[in-house]
């Protein structure tokens, strides 16, 4: 029995018209042919799989042909074309660097290029996956790359270039090779298996090329294991019984149950998922470009945007509210990027689909199931009709600031334009006095900074993520620590920990709660320290600088440890020209608000 090619070999490219994509690559590669003004050194930067090495070798047998057709095209006719197909090239050198990647191996090649070429203009020299040289080859490469021969070309293909060093990569013309987008890849897929005599789902390429990951080589190898399990017809179910992938209908169906709040079936149908060993990564891609067509299609109402889907498909999410389905892709999307390389895809993807169902009231009345955006009294949960005017004034003024979920009777925000209209509508309450400025000692604060440590600041600043997460307004400590809702942990000891705010006005809010007692206590106790101190950026910028200064000059001072009592702060009236204006535009972002502000 022989052994015949696999297919990413047999339909290998030969020319610029068979090599899928990169198209600007090409271009600028044909237009060194045509003006025969040929780079000395090049590299060749992308993915595996994505024809860096493929577009190489028809480079190197273009320039290398007696005859070019149209100065693009080798002629497959003359001496040189045909020793290059017998893999015969006298002036033609293929290195694999990942298993030769010795001072040895570049000598070599320096002692052979001093040589004309047999049979071409040029000797030509692709080293593959060159960032594998080792630090002494490519030192040794260097000098030969800055002054070659002119009748030597170096091509470098490389999947990981930031491991090859500045000095190589300043002497050469970089060209990056993006992943396959979806409709060259179909279509490649769909040519080959024609020419196999298989006629291919268009499902089962959309899904090849999402395992695939952008590489062509990859989904042709895909392709092939399919070709050996099936008759005629490529379909999905063969594709599932090979790679463990989900079908359009079932993610369709899992996207449906979603919006109708069908959590259980949800919850369910992952669970089998994973149980069957989806990769949920690629699941994500496959759910993401579904929702990507039916925004486009909801909005645009136009089916020439339906790639994936068929219209009757599309249809079937009519109902639901478009600001919805943006919603959920948010989500999504942050599941794949946490997804990527983790072995808790199926939690990840739980949790954000949690978080979903929890964001938004659903109306229970309404066929087209809408989520909702008024405000509404935490006392009357029921919602409010689709097409009232938003922003209506609601019977309890101290809670119609809120644009809430109901979770076990309690109050939920989990949307972060949510979180921070809350922030600046309970600041507008609390008429924090804005012409006053408040802060800490620049001398004090780098005190601190002497004794912090990353441990503590890292615990610190999780427990303030974990806890604005997902805010709970029926929480007690939820309108204490509001202000420092955004805020960043920059450093923090076992006693003390730095806050900076987004402002002025921000910063003088906690300070003011910190005056407080009992506020003061269940801060300190909630991030388990003596005391906290909050900064504006502004002044974190200055105190950065000089405890740098100080650290570079070896003339930090010895730490002094403090108590919150005796840590002062200053206050100073502000000039006209420094007012805040922040204030201002939060009463005039909410100015259709009726807000009654403290006295």
């Known amino acids: 029995m022989d052994n015949k090619k696999t297919l990413y070999r047999r339909y290998r490219p030969s020319n610029f018209n068979d090599l899928v994509g990169h198209d600007t690559v090409k271009d600028i ?142 002497r050469c013309h970089v ?16 040519e080959v298996s024609t020419l196999e005599g298989y006629t291919l789902n268009e499902e089962v390429a959309n899904e090849i090329f999402y395992i695939s990951d952008g590489s062509l080589r990859d989904a042709l190898n895909y392709l092939e294991q399919c070709m050996t399990v099936s008759e005629n017809v490529i379909t999905i179910d063969k594709l599932k019984k090979l790679f463990y992938v989900s079908s359009k209908l079932e993610k369709i169906n899992l996207l449906i149950n979603v919006f109708k709040k069908n959590i259980d079936y949800v919850i369910t149908m992952i669970n089998d998922f994973d149980k069957k060993g989806i990769d949920f990564s690629i699941f994500l ?50 599941a794949y990027v946490k997804t990527k390389n983790t072995s808790i895809g199926v939690q990840i993807i739980l949790l954000q689909i949690t978080k979903f169902h929890f964001n938004k009231l659903i109306s229970v009345n309404s066929e087209a199931s809408p989520l909702q955006y008024e405000k509404k009294d935490l006392n009357d949960k029921t919602l409010v009709e689709q097409n009232k005017k938003q922003n209506i004034k609601e019977t309890d003024k101290s809670n119609a600031h809120v644009s809430e979920n109901v979770f076990n009777n309690k109050t939920i925000l989990s949307l972060d334009d949510d979180k921070k209209d809350y922030q600046l509508k309970e600041l507008l309450r609390n008429n924090i006095n804005n012409d006053i400025n408040v802060y800490f000692d620049n001398s004090k604060v780098i005190n601190e900074l002497i004794n912090a440590n990353k441990e503590k600041r890292l615990l610190i600043e999780n427990k303030l993520n974990d806890f604005f997460s997902l805010l709970d307004l029926e929480n007690d400590l939820s309108n204490i620590l509001i202000p420092l809702y955004s805020s960043k942990v920059v450093a923090s000891s076992n006693e003390c920990a730095i806050f900076v705010l987004d402002n002025i006005t921000l910063t003088n809010w906690i300070i003011n709660k910190l005056e407080i007692n009992e ?30 200064d100080l650290k570079n000059q070896n003339k930090l001072p010895t730490y002094i ?39």
């Not at 060159?130 to 002494?136: D, E």
């Not at 060209?175 to 279509?187: A, I, Q, S, V």
């Not at 599309?314 to 943006?326: D, E, M, R, V």
């Not at 506020?519 to 974190?540: G, S, V």
């Open 561 to 599: 440890k403090q108590d919150y009592n005796s840590f002062s702060y200053k206050k100073t009236k502000l000039s006209d020209d420094k007012e805040d204006k922040f204030l201002n535009d939060v009463k005039e972002h909410f100015n259709d608000f009726d807000i009654e502000v403290e006295k």
């Open 285 to 334: 891609l496959g759910l993401l470009e579904i929702l990507k067509e039916i925004i486009e299609y909801k909005i645009c109402n136009n089916k020439l945007y339906l790639k994936v889907l068929e219209e009757e498909e599309a249809k079937n999410f009519l109902s639901f509210h478009t600001s919805s389905i943006i919603q959920l892709t948010d989500l999504l999307t942050e």
């Open 175 to 190: 060209y990056n090779f993006n992943k396959l987008n979806l409709y060259d890849m179909k279509k490649k897929l769909i």
């Open 519 to 548: 506020i003061r206590d269940k801060i300190f106790n909630f991030f388990e320290i003596q005391f906290l101190i909050p900064i504006t950026k502004e002044q974190w910028i200055h105190i950065k600088t000089e405890f740098m």
């Open 29 to 170: 590669l044909e237009s060194q042919l045509k003006k025969r003004s040929i780079t000395h050194a090049m590299i060749f930067a992308g993915q595996r799989g994505t024809g860096k090495t493929s577009l190489a070798r028809i480079f190197a047998k273009v320039i290398q042909c007696k005859k070019p057709i149209n100065d693009i095209d080798p002629c497959n006719n003359c001496n040189s074309c045909n020793e290059f197909n017998r893999e015969s090239h006298p002036d033609f050198f293929e290195i694999d660097a990942a298993s030769n990647n010795g001072i040895d191996e570049i000598r070599s090649i320096k002692a052979n290029i001093t040589t004309l070429p047999a049979l071409s203009k040029y000797k030509v020299y692709i080293i593959d996956e060159v960032h594998m040289l080792s630090n002494s080859a490519f030192n040794a490469l260097l000098k030969t790359l800055e002054e070659p021969p002119k009748h030597v070309i170096f091509i470098l293909a490389t999947t990981e270039q930031n491991k090859i060093p500045p000095t190589i990569i300043s």
